[in-house]
């Protein structure tokens, strides 16, 4: 049931997936399947894409352009004057460039479909000469609830501006649980770093809506520099949990993984959201290192969304136990809900599993010249109030072992434990409790999950870890979970260090920080490095006004393989942050790149917390 859809060719984004998928031509597209089609000319190598994602039959003629595109069941161009078929649907959204090459080839009263029917509007267009440009589909979808006591509320900024856009615009579309439409609008952004801002408790009173659970589908419009759409997603109740999330990986994958089974009395919910509807038995869950696959018997419509309860499928799963998601190309990357046995919510996602991806026998040969090599660095937070988990979690299809160990140090960057994790099985994964390994009582530092040659040499580049924070006398907790990357060195390999703009190396820093006007907001930020740098960062925050004015700054030193608690209420003063209301902002060093984690937090120490993005 995985549609046979392409995604990335040669590292450049295939957007057809997106313009088959975008809400306006939803119509459009059902009544593609109700067209008399007895032939197909697929002169753009569509055809598998368009089939898996519609009802239509594959017609006995199909004609391709390429002669190396020539197969068993299909025909040249050049055929059809023999075939002579009275309709023809041409697999283009820009028919007319391919009808100047063969339109004299075609019978005279054959028929003549395209998909220039299923074309958004031009001023919904960046690039109208290219269609399929990816900056034409600058889109994304958001986990939106409004619903018994609980928000939404996601926060980005215009960073096109900074690529030079002058006229970016935003459309947004709401749908319910069931897919229906419930809203749409458009609204100018400012051509400068404008803060974006979506609540939910607006839009519901916008539309004069009911309690509503569903997705936002996002689309921007005039973007230059690149398509991909970040955003910061808070979810938070009246009685005060509070949850962070981001922005969904925009391109459907095969497999996802890290979805963690529930603690004896907890609840995990997966939610589904997709842009085409899902068969039943289109997707299917396994736990990790288990071949056996359970079967979502459940159909889900067009942009609908699905709660999935874990225990529905894997009633005996427990933490630390993982969960694997044959997703098949259906739908972009999910969140779960994890429910403790306080009541307590709180959001994260799971991570694309890699199918392409195998072991890489340089990364351990190299060790000598990227030392610590590939990190994923995370907060330890102080460990009187909070117990922080980790658990790492595979990411790759061929993985059968990782090989790990820990290093913990304190704010200051000292390093004060090495824990080697040992050869973990990819079916046997325990959780590391970092609260056993260190007591920092009411400091904190953080924790950096690398490879350990010592206890095995399987390594892909891809290694990812869940970090769990509780509370220790309140129900409130936090997850987040991210990837590996090499810091801070002058070396190259492969994609890393990874740039925000540009090829790696990666060597600064350009964090987007959203800010809460009525909790307090913090960050910690992390210097991690995979060789010897420089002794101090010289970090910059400057604050931004709703329009994009920058009207603040302070400085901050962190040592060498150090952290920073940051609270934002601490450092500006109430009448900048009065005047900034609506704004956000910006972490930058010329000197190095760090890692960050932000959250928000409430007097009586609800809090959240989640990786930052960057731009």
Not at 205 to 211: A, G, H
Not at 419 to 447: E, M, T
Not at 554 to 576: E, H, I, M, N
């Amino acid at each position: 049931m995985t549609l046979k859809i392409k995604t990335f060719v040669n590292q450049k984004p295939c957007t057809f997936f997106k313009a088959l998928g975008h809400p306006s031509v939803r119509e459009a597209l059902e009544a593609f399947n109700h067209k008399p089609i007895s032939a197909i000319y697929d002169p753009e190598g569509h055809i598998d894409d368009f089939l898996s994602m519609t009802n239509i039959k594959k017609p006995p003629l199909v004609y391709v352009q390429a002669i190396e595109a020539l197969g068993p069941q299909t025909s040249l161009i050049t055929q059809i004057q023999e075939d002579m078929p009275d309709s023809l649907l041409l697999l283009s959204f820009e028919p007319e460039k391919h009808l100047a090459q063969m339109g004299h080839l075609l019978p005279h009263a054959c028929s003549i479909t395209s998909l220039k029917e299923l074309r958004l509007p031009e001023e919904k267009l960046t690039d109208p000469k290219n269609y399929l440009s990816d900056l034409n589909f600058s889109t994304n979808f958001a986990f939106f609830r409004e619903e018994k006591g609980w928000h939404t509320r996601l926060k980005s900024a215009n960073y096109w501006a900074k690529y030079g856009s002058q006229s970016v615009k935003l459309w947004a579309i709401l749908f319910d649980v069931s897919g229906k439409f419930l809203g749409s609008w458009e609204e100018d952004v400012p051509p400068s770093v404008h803060s974006l801002v979506i609540d939910s408790r607006d839009i519901k009173k916008r539309f004069n809506l009911p309690d509503f659970t569903g997705q936002l589908f996002i689309h921007l419009t005039g973007t230059k520099g690149h398509s991909i759409v970040k955003y910061a997603l808070d979810t938070f109740h009246d009685e005060g949990m509070l949850s962070a999330t981001h922005d969904a990986n925009a391109w459907p994958p095969e497999y996802f993984a890290g979805l963690p089974a529930p603690r004896e009395g907890e609840k995990v919910i997966l939610w589904l959201q997709n842009s085409h509807p899902v068969p039943a038995k289109g997707v299917s869950l396994n736990l990790m290192g288990d071949s056996h696959k359970v079967f979502l018997d459940q159909d889900i419509p067009p942009f609908g969304t699905y709660e999935l309860d874990v225990c529905d499928y894997f009633p005996d799963a427990r933490w630390p136990q993982q969960i694997e998601i044959h997703a098949g190309h259906h739908f972009v990357r999910p969140r779960y809900e994890v429910i403790n046995t306080k009541g307590y919510r709180c959001m994260a996602h799971v991570n694309v599993e890699r199918n392409d991806l195998k072991a890489d026998s340089k990364i351990k040969d190299l060790r000598e010249k990227v030392g610590k090599g590939y990190i994923l660095p995370a907060p330890l937070l102080p460990t009187s109030l909070y117990t922080t988990s980790l658990l790492p979690t595979p990411m790759s299809r061929e993985l059968q072992f990782m090989p790990l160990q820990v290093f913990v140090y304190d704010k200051e960057g000292a390093l004060k434990v090495t824990h080697s994790l040992g050869n973990l099985p990819r079916n046997s994964i325990p959780s590391l409790v970092l609260n056993d390994l260190i007591d920092l009582g009411q400091d904190y530092g953080h924790v950096e999950l690398v490879y350990d040659f010592k206890a095995g040499e399987e390594a892909d580049g891809w290694l990812h870890g869940l970090f769990r924070y509780e509370h220790k006398t309140m129900a409130a907790q936090a997850e987040t979970s991210f990837g590996s990357h090499i810091f801070n060195i002058a070396l190259t390999y492969k994609n890393e260090p990874q740039s925000y703009k540009g090829p790696p190396p990666g060597l600064s820093t350009g964090l987007f920080l959203r800010v809460d006007d009525e909790l307090e907001t913090f960050c910690h930020l992390i210097y991690p490095t995979s060789t010897s740098w420089h002794n101090t960062s010289d970090t910059q925050f400057i604050l931004y006004t709703r329009e994009g004015k920058a009207i603040a700054e302070a400085s901050l030193k962190l040592p060498c393989s150090g952290s920073r608690l940051w609270v934002y209420q601490d450092t500006f003063s109430s009448t900048d942050r009065e005047k900034a209301r609506g704004g956000y902002v910006m972490i930058q060093d010329k000197t190095c790149r760090l890692f960050g984690y932000h959250g928000l937090r409430d007097k009586k120490g609800n809090f959240s917390l989640d990786h930052m993005f960057g731009f």
